[in-house]
């Protein structure tokens, strides 16, 4: 009986993991250098920034901005979100039109879905959350010539500590 419960709450647990892990797979977006965005685009623009004091030795400083193409031609037209908070709970989001000389830019990225660091993603947070939900359960992974029933918790600590770890590796750049 007691077995028929754990198998149970396990179920639920995976199946929980697996929800939470599905809306990650959609997560992940990477830039892509480009010489013209299409229009309808989320793109990164990279644009000089003009100073007082001009070091002649040194690359011109830039800023980036990222907003949705409106249009694309010798002037680029794109839509920019500000989001300020103010306060705990209130949130001012402005959206600005912004226009940009073509030949004022260092720059052009457009956004575009990353498949294989999405599944990354989503695999990891499934099985961390899969090996927490195990571990909360009581189930550990055993080591050669232990007593059965005591657990190897080293072995499962150090599965967590390498997943930790490649992600990190992954994701940190």
């Known amino acids: 009986m007691w077995r028929s419960d754990r198998a149970g709450a396990l179920r639920t647990l995976l199946f929980a993991a697996l929800l939470c892990g599905l809306p990650l797979v959609s997560g ?12 309808g685009s989320v793109a990164r623009l990279r644009v000089p920034i003009q100073s007082a004091i001009v070091d002649p030795n040194a690359p011109p400083e830039t800023v980036a901005i990222e907003g949705l193409i409106i249009s694309f031609g010798d002037t680029i037209s794109f839509e920019a979100s500000n989001r300020q908070v103010i306060g705990a709970f209130r949130e001012v989001v402005q959206y600005d039109t912004l226009q940009v000389a073509r030949d004022g ?3 052009i990225e457009v956004r575009e879905f990353s498949r294989t660091r999405s599944v990354v993603l989503g695999v990891a947070v ?21 007593i059965p029933g005591e657990g190897g918790s080293e072995s499962f600590t150090a599965g967590i500590a390498i997943g930790v770890g490649a992600i990190g590796r992954l994701f940190g750049r």
Request: glycine share 16%; proline share 3%.
């Open 105 to 107: 830019l260092a720059s």
């Open 126 to 146: 499934t099985a961390g959350t899969v090996g927490l939900a195990l571990a909360a359960l009581g189930v550990e992974g055993g080591e050669a010539g232990e």
């Open 28 to 39: 992940c977006y990477t830039y892509r250098l480009v010489e013209e965005a299409p229009v």
